[in-house]
Structures are given as structure tokens and as C-alpha cells.
């Protein structure tokens, strides 16, 4: 089937989207055809203001758009707890729990061997240049618990616990509203493992 070539083009564009597909691909390009002007403009104007004003944060490596970002600019945060997290997303779901008033530190990834992903490709130097001498008690490890994540996990706490700081790690476990029997075994053993008193 022919399609006009810029038609074509979107597709092959939304087609580099992680998890998207050609089927995908040709449903959000006729989509994007479908709706008004107005709102696929606006998509794309989004994209280009995310693209021109959206960057690192100095400090924390998270996203934002003045440097330093929110959180490392706000005073009553507790600068001397960081959580390490991977990705500028996880930030945000930290936040969104409303439970944690530390700092961040923003990997950038995990150790992955067969991606050929070392802690030198990651922010873990950085990470540890930070630490020393500026007086941190606590860092919260708070990698995804994946075979990647754990061996970040492992290798950080190797790392900073010479410095003298704590290292703690995000417990492991049964998600609310669960049930025992559904559970996977993994997940399972590390609810055993981190139980807690009643």
C-alpha cells in the first residue's frame, strides 16, 4: 500500500518510540491526521519546548528547566539524605508518594555487563566525589529490582560504606491489595526477608 511519503515518514518516526511497533506506529500517525489541527500542533510545539528548555540539573542530574532544580534549590529538604535512583522518572514517583524530603542523585542507568555498561558510564564517580567529606548520613538506594539494579545496588554499597555513610535500600515486597497466592516466588522471599515487627 502506498501512503503519501510524509504520512510514511511519521510512521517511521513513531516507530522509534520505545515499545511501539509498525501497527502502532500507523495507528497513532492516522490518529495524529485525525484530530484537529490545532491539537496535533500543539503536540508538536510540546515536543519542541521540551526539547529547547528541558535539562540536566547541575546538582542532582534530574530533569527541569532552571538550574539547580526545584528540590535542590528548596531549602527545607534534608540535604544530608540522598536517594539514588536511575532515571528522572523514578524522581518523579518518589515524589509523588509525598513521603520522602531528601535529596536526589540521578545514575543515568545500571551496571550492565552484557550491555557493556560499567559504574564509570554511570554518575557513580560523581556520586562518590559528592559523598566524601560533605557530611551525608543516609543514602537510599532505590534501583528497580531487576538482576541490573540489585548488582548497582551491591556495587554502591561497597562504594559508600567506606565513606562512613549508611546505605539503605528501598524494601522489597508484596504490593497493597495482593494476594499471597498470585505472588511470584521472588517477590515472596524478599517480603520474608524484609518483614518487620507488628
Not at 510514511?8 to 490518529?31: C, M
Not at 528522572?88 to 514517583?93: E, F, G, I, N, Q
Not at 531528601?102 to 557493556?116: C, E, F, N, Q, T
Not at 554511570?122 to 540489585?150: D, F, H, M, Y
Given at each position: 500500500?502506498?501512503?503519501?511519503?510524509?504520512?510514511?515518514?511519521?510512521?517511521?518516526?513513531?516507530?522509534?518510540?520505545?515499545?511501539?511497533?509498525?501497527?502502532?506506529?500507523?495507528?497513532?500517525?492516522?490518529?495524529?491526521?485525525?484530530?484537529?489541527?490545532?491539537?496535533?500542533?500543539?503536540?508538536?510545539?510540546?515536543i519542541?519546548?521540551?526539547?529547547?528548555?528541558?535539562?540536566?540539573?547541575?546538582?542532582?542530574?534530574?530533569?527541569?528547566?532552571?538550574?539547580?532544580?526545584?528540590?535542590?534549590?528548596?531549602?527545607?529538604?534534608?540535604?544530608?539524605?540522598?536517594?539514588?535512583?536511575?532515571?528522572?522518572?523514578?524522581?518523579?514517583?518518589?515524589?509523588?508518594?509525598?513521603?520522602?524530603?531528601?535529596?536526589?542523585?540521578?545514575l543515568?542507568?545500571?551496571?550492565?555487563?552484557?550491555?557493556?555498561?560499567?559504574?564509570?558510564?554511570?554518575?557513580?564517580?560523581?556520586?562518590?566525589?559528592?559523598?566524601?567529606?560533605?557530611?551525608?548520613?543516609?543514602?537510599?538506594?532505590?534501583?528497580?529490582?531487576?538482576?541490573?539494579?540489585?548488582?548497582?545496588?551491591?556495587?554502591?554499597?561497597?562504594?559508600?560504606?567506606?565513606?562512613?555513610?549508611?546505605?539503605?535500600?528501598?524494601?522489597?515486597?508484596?504490593?497493597?491489595?495482593?494476594?499471597?497466592?498470585?505472588?511470584?516466588?521472588v517477590?515472596?522471599?524478599?517480603?520474608?526477608?524484609?518483614?518487620?515487627?507488628?
Amino acid at each position: 500500500m502506498h501512503q503519501p511519503p510524509s504520512l510514511e515518514l511519521l510512521i517511521q518516526e513513531l516507530r522509534k518510540l520505545p515499545g511501539v511497533g509498525i501497527k502502532t506506529a500507523r495507528r497513532l500517525a492516522f490518529y495524529l491526521f485525525k484530530i484537529p489541527k490545532e491539537e496535533a500542533l500543539a503536540l508538536s510545539s510540546a515536543i519542541r519546548a521540551v526539547r529547547e528548555s528541558v535539562r540536566e540539573c547541575s546538582l542532582c542530574h534530574n530533569l527541569t528547566e532552571q538550574d539547580p532544580c526545584r528540590i535542590c534549590r528548596d531549602p527545607t529538604r534534608d540535604s544530608l539524605t540522598i536517594c539514588v535512583v536511575e532515571e528522572p522518572a523514578d524522581v518523579l514517583a518518589i515524589e509523588e508518594s509525598g513521603t520522602y524530603r531528601g535529596r536526589y542523585w540521578v545514575l543515568g542507568g545500571v551496571i550492565s555487563p552484557l550491555d557493556a555498561v560499567g559504574p564509570e558510564a554511570l554518575r557513580i564517580p560523581e556520586l562518590l566525589a559528592e559523598l566524601n567529606g560533605r557530611g551525608v548520613r543516609e543514602v537510599i538506594v532505590a534501583t528497580n529490582p531487576t538482576s541490573q539494579g540489585e548488582a548497582t545496588a551491591l556495587y554502591l554499597s561497597g562504594q559508600i560504606r567506606p565513606l562512613g555513610v549508611r546505605v539503605t535500600r528501598l524494601a522489597l515486597g508484596l504490593p497493597m491489595g495482593s494476594a499471597v497466592e498470585h505472588t511470584d516466588g521472588v517477590t515472596l522471599g524478599k517480603a520474608l526477608e524484609g518483614r518487620t515487627e507488628l
